[in-house]
Every structure is written in C-alpha cells, then in structure tokens.
Nanobody
Framework: QVQLVESGGGLVQVGGSLRLSCAGS????????MGWFRQAPGKEREFVAA????????YHADSVKGRFTISKDSAKNTMYLQMNSLLPEDTAVYYC??????????????????WGQGTQVTVSS
C-alpha cells in the first residue's frame, strides 16, 4: 500500500519561505509522476506543480511560477516544494499526489491515484 506523508507546513509572514516535503512509503513512489495541489477554505483543490517520473521535467502553475520549485530526491524517496516570496493568497492546505501509470506531467486532480493527508500553510500579513 502506497502512503504519502506531507510535512513542513506552518505559519510564515509575507515574503517568507517554507519547504514542504512529501515522503513516500510502501513503494518507490519517487519513480511515479508526482505533483502538489492546494485547497483554500471554500475553494476547489487547485494544481500547484508537477514533476515527471525521472524528475527531469517540471511544470508550475502561473500563480507560483518563479516563486515555488518542485523537486525530487530519489535516495530519500521524497518530493519537495520550495516556496519563496510567500503571499497571503498562498494560504491553503497543501497536498502531494502520485500516480504509477499516467504521465509525463499530470495537472489534474483526477489524474492521481494516491494522495497525502495535507499540511497547512498560513501566510500572515
């Protein structure tokens, strides 16, 4: 059974930085197509960033491009989301996701089979 566990969320001021981690267990999920999504209160879950199985290619939503960076560490079976220059509108629960079959870059919620439980990111002004 595949499990994804996010960590690294918290409270940060505008302009600050956080690094989210998504650790996989049960399978070598790092070899899957993976992504980050977020969901603010009262809103639908939205795409943030995606990375291919190999980690060679990435794609970021326009709203985070230039501020957030998705990456993988195969040795640690862990995916990361480095978030810089945070804004109040980045406040949300952040989820990591993985899929063993589809690819290369998955941008939609229903593309993914496996999800983490989420980690809260709050940006205060």
């Amino acid at each position: 059974q595949v499990q994804l566990v996010e960590s690294g969320g918290g409270l940060v001021q505008v302009g600050g930085s956080l690094r989210l981690s998504c650790a996989g267990s049960g399978r070598t999920v790092i070899n899957y197509a993976m992504g980050w999504f977020r969901q603010a209160p009262g809103k639908e879950r939205e795409f943030v960033a995606a990375i291919t199985r190999s980690g060679a290619s990435t794609y970021h939503a326009d709203s985070v491009k230039g501020r957030f960076t998705i990456s993988k560490d195969s040795a640690k079976n862990t995916m990361y989301l480095q978030m810089n220059s945070l804004l109040p509108e980045d406040t949300a629960v952040y989820y990591c996701a993985a899929d063993p079959r589809r690819g290369p870059l998955l941008l939609r919620v229903y593309d993914y089979d496996y999800w983490g439980q989420g980690t809260q990111v709050t940006v205060s002004s």
